[in-house]
């Protein structure tokens, strides 16, 4: 079980490193008969590609998407959806530096202990790169079901934080600002501290929530495969994710149940959503919101000590053009991978 | 893909309800030869059962396991080993007057709406009672890799934490507690407390810590089987559990690259371990901890308003015997779901 | 993937030796609201036991089913269906003498190989009595798609054989004779011909033919879950089983693309069905109709050379009671597992 | 499950339309460190291309496999292996005159009504073309294990037949002739008939012999995911296959116990090998053999009834260009399918 599959009815698989030729991904179950708007697949990798902004990663790709089959006419044949992005900007020399060397907090050391070999040029298969494919995926999860509303935004950048609950933000906003942060004041000071970690030459974690309205009721698998249990291992899987909670998540531990249950309405609709619109894995048609902490980006510009692989510590210099903060363009991430959840278990 | 298998190589499925005749299990891919400790097994399953203290439900079942299939002369065989656990104590006439109602933050509602039929004695599947079932697996699992070293405890009850980091803290006095916390003043606050919930008919959530010791390096698989992926899906896979976070966890997400990141020692081990001994998916050898937020469990003994089956509305008071909090109890399943992920991954 | 689970949609797993306690499966998957009836699920399983006639094996066993989750109210609930089915006679005395040797053509020796132990009460987990399970979960898969008709019967043993196509027979005769074949004067032949066999303390093999009708246009998946592939595997998992053909088969392999293309009629019909209902992967609508072959049963009332865990080649004499021709036995088998596939792509 | 994919631990995943712009898959699990002979994948590549001789179809394609992902200065790396393979020669018009009709014994009806929509170009998905990826795959497990030795070869075409068995042929004469057929005169028999079957316009079936030798003891899981049955699965995935049996297969169905026993020689071995390697589901370290049925191809160059989408049955005239038989290139494609399965089992 080489890891590299999401899902079951709606399956991705990916293949790629940062700097081989092209990733990509096919995508086996995609219904049939989908009339594709291939302008809204590449908007969603707009969002995330380097570049788009003062605050991410200056690297230039264009982040392109190729399609090789599945598709007839502009429609789904219900066949898999092959694609590949090139990858344009590969620069190796970036990396010769690290080539014998581990840096700290990567991934290049376990890489190296289990498989023997690694593609040291960039992350290779542990670069966010790969996300771009999952990107790709979730954008066509979204045109498979449009009626699900889709929503994450940046909630927290180190100790700056939204204040409000998402009921009082206008999601609208969330893309009128680099930081994709609908609370426009916060968002200001987001981004100038961004800017500032970045001239420090230092890094910094943050916290995405997500919001998905107009589920229907039933989605989700008794037992093992809840859907915030899916939803979780989904938002774990994408890079620097260290926790996620949904519903009243951490702060719900701290509750008694007479505040916590979610009294009904006559409708079926709960008065209050602590759940989190999953109640016993399954969707009980409330909001579903939840958000996903990622700690910041490992690649500083400051000097650092990096074990070679003789075993002797040495001071290094981190080079290239990386992100001073994930979050930013880990927005579309989170909403593909959630929908990619969703689809799964709607089909 | 109906929910209640967990695993690949190391593959439980489960099935039963709270009120059926009996709850089990299959086990498929245990390793041949490996002579159990029948004494071990059911010791994991006294920690989980109901009645076992005064801080939790009062319920009598001796939770026996039997074994079917699977074993031969003490050995495991490598076939499928098939279990029961008889439900001794059903009083199914505690859950008459739920029959027609729908109890707030319970399964009751979203299993009428998915299956349009619904065990309504007790919670039926979505019943913690499965959970024996996972428990008897995750025994096994211990037993597949004793040098393993596996400790969950409490860490927070309501409002009460243990402030302490935790290598300052004596495993040995988990169990010396019927909290299973192993700071003891800590304890004796989180045990009052929990005895006063109970007085005034209420519940209250908990968090629990777990910590992997002696983990080699190299488990988990890059991209969508990370190993802390699959380790979240198992805990959110726990009845009540709202959130999951490993190593820096949330608190990651405010922290700097300048100080989260963990700078090597010359033989590979880390000065400190905000990684919480999974990078890039993979294990680095290093201490693997997390961090598990369960919510208030949502019966009370309090009038609560509910759901009928006709749309109405009306007031009701909670009955039986059930927890008043959760966490206690659940140590031994946090474990249990670890080590099927961590032997899932070693096979 | 220990190989003890089959299907995606409609998952069964299966346990059990035969001479452990008992054994049994569970089945995840099945649709809610079913109204299950029992007295047709036990008959299936009275079709496969044994003592049910003068051709097959006088072990007695009642092969009753036992079931332990998923049905409330004579109604599945869409929960896992556990069941288990009691070994009654287990007379492991029988066995005592193949304890250290490994007779030929049985599984002995690998099991010996790939598990370093066996149990070797009887086949253990490789007898045929594992399949009482999957006749189990195939009558309840009956029950979900009634609208699919289903008829296996015995067409050969050894050189005796039906020389009518299956048009020619009347399906209504399989259970007029103990050999399940519908032409009654072949029957007459098969039947005498066993008995002989039986006084010769030797086996013989034969060939059973299924049909299934009335399968929608639409099943199966392209490229590797063809309907027929997975019809093929469900087949060759059945003990016993050495070839597998649909349609035309092995003859359809001397004939001419002008002669085995089957023409359409207006309606999408086929005036021929050289096909066997199934193009492209895909049932097409027509009848389904394959055969399968089994080998004699290996275990013979005559000495044999049978060789020691030493090393060692010594005569032995079978012992026991077992079938000279296991195909009356196994025509239940064919019919479960084909309907396990069915219903598996029907969900 | 939409079917697309194969294996468990070596699992395939395959894209791509006989008129798209590209085919390919992507392996996962795929071991590190494997310094790759790129020559012999494309040879493999080479032995199953179109227009490799007379009695092929004459379509001109490379089919140049071109790697994307997962090998790094010649080795794999244990990531994921993407590779694409172009359509030089797409020449759509050759099937505008199929675009509305359903040609008799081909996919396009079952695709129509599963999907609603079809790439009516070619056979689309379900053109065996789909397969050049499968032998990419295979060639790649063939340098994983190159210790097991694998001969497959056509032993039938049409009535004309082998007649002697595997061990009198000498496999390094498989690929002396165009046919694939190791005994020389039968070979030269094949060929003139095949040469016959063109002029006429026609189109002849056939069956592929594999071989597999060398393989070690103990590959295969009991029950359901036994190696024959993983093996017949494979087998039956390939287009226009209609029967696989294996070791003594239908013909064991006529034989007596007393006969069809192997007995052992001291060492395991075993005299005979009517159980063609495969013992209860699991090697037993003997010659693995089974022989695979194709029906004739069925587009042919005569006139055919056709129906189209209005429910009209019209004549046609075959057009484009055809394989007349498909057995000579259908034997790499049997030796990757059993090589995929093979590997998958050893890792």
């Known amino acids: 079980m080489a890891g590299n599959t ?20 096919v995508i086996d179950g995609c219904p049939s008969g989908i009339a594709l708007d291939f302008d809204a697949i590449q908007k969603e990798l707009d969002r ?8 991410v990663t200056q690297r230039k790709e264009s982040d392109t998407v190729h399609f090789l089959s599945g598709i007839f006419e502009g429609k789904t044949t219900g066949t898999p959806i092959g694609f590949i992005i090139p990858n344009e900007n590969q620069k190796s020399d970036d990396y010769s530096h690290i080539k014998d ?3 700290p907090s990567h991934a290049d050391y376990v890489y190296e202990q289990k498989y ?5 040029r960039g992350g290779g298969r542990s670069s966010a790169r790969e996300t771009a494919s999952r990107v790709v995926a979730g954008a066509i999860a979204k045109q498979i079901a449009p009626e699900i509303k889709i929503h994450a935004f940046v909630s927290s950048v180190g100790d700056i934080s939204i ?4 009921q009082d933000l206008d999601f609208s906003l969330i893309e009128s600002n680099p930081v994709r942060c609908p609370d426009l004041a916060v968002a200001e000071k987001m981004e100038n501290y961004i800017k500032q970690i970045r001239k420090d030459g230092d890094t910094v974690g943050g916290v995405i929530t997500c919001v998905i309205q107009n589920v229907p009721v039933g989605l989700g698998e008794p037992v093992f495969d809840r859907l915030h249990a899916d939803l979780g291992k989904a938002m774990l899987s994408i890079n620097a994710v260290k926790g996620f909670e949904y519903g009243s998540g951490f702060s719900g531990a701290k509750m008694k149940g007479s505040e916590h249950n979610d ?6 609709t709960t008065r209050t959503n602590f759940s989190g619109g999953i109640q016993g894995g399954i969707s009980n048609g ?18 650092q000590e990096v074990l070679d692989d003789k075993g002797n510590l040495t001071e290094q210099q981190g080079k290239g053009r990386h992100d001073p903060c994930v979050v930013p363009r880990a927005v ?7 929908m990619l959840v969703i689809v799964d278990n709607l089909l």
């Open 286 to 303: 409330m909001d579903i919101y939840f958000r996903v902490a990622f700690k910041p980006v490992a690649t500083i510009m400051q000097k």
């Open 263 to 268: 009294l009904f309405n006559a409708d079926g």
């Open 116 to 120: 023997g070999i690694r593609d040291y």
């Open 6 to 25: 999401f899902g079951n009815n709606f399956k991705l698989m990916t293949f790629g490193e940062s700097h081989g030729e092209a990733i990509g991904g």
């Open 101 to 103: 060397t581990y840096r």
């Open 332 to 338: 579309p991430i989170v909403e593909a991978m959630a």
């Open 163 to 166: 204040d409000k609950t998402y």
């Open 48 to 55: 995330r590609k380097p570049g788009q902004s003062a605050i």
